[in-house]
């Protein structure tokens, strides 16, 4: 019996040892010669336009977004869907700088002047922009994955050895 537990400690040893070769962590990261490219729309509408420029840097795409409001028309805010962080400014600013996290859509909000959204009823939703943190990478998880399979094995021989050995 002794030496059924030592045959399983062994193996387990064994098992564990070769988890770090299996939990190898994956390199998520683009490669560092092709830059990642994210797609930049910004909808105009009646109430005036909006340009942007772009500033490719070590940090990843920055882009700086300008609303133009026409005359009789003032400028409310911005309507970004996707992926950013916003650098510099507020969304209720004409100009702001966000660095790209995926594609994005911006579009300027206008009001027209004399006019009152809350009399009219409408509301603007302007979307933050905040994202999650980023959370730790799974490496231990393969750990536990595995070792949770070995001690089962090993669990399973155990079993099948009393079983055979008290027949």
């Not at 026409?70 to 700088?97: C, H, P, Q, R």
């Not at 999650?132 to 050895?161: E, R, W």
Request: with cysteine; aromatic share 8%; glycine share 8%.
């Amino acid at each position: 019996m002794k030496r059924v537990f030592a045959i399983c400690f062994a193996v387990l040893i064994v098992v564990l040892a070769a988890v770090p070769a299996f939990a190898a962590k994956s390199d998520k990261n683009p490669s560092p010669t092709k830059p990642t490219e994210y797609n930049v729309v910004v909808h105009n509408n009646n109430g005036g336009t909006a340009t942007y420029t772009t500033e490719v840097d070590e940090d990843g795409k920055h882009v700086t977004l300008v609303a133009h409001p026409k005359n009789g028309y003032k400028f409310k805010g911005w309507k970004i869907n996707g992926k950013y962080i916003l650098e510099l400014g507020k969304l209720t600013d004409k100009e702001i700088t966000i660095l790209l996290q995926g594609d994005v859509e911006a579009t300027p909000i206008y009001e027209k002047i004399g006019t009152s959204s809350t009399s009219s009823g409408s509301k603007v939703s302007i979307n933050s922009g905040t994202t999650s943190p980023k959370t730790g990478d799974n490496s231990g998880l393969y750990f536990i994955i595995i070792f949770a399979a070995a001690f089962a094995v090993i669990a399973g021989a155990v079993g099948v050895k009393l079983a055979i050995s008290k027949k």
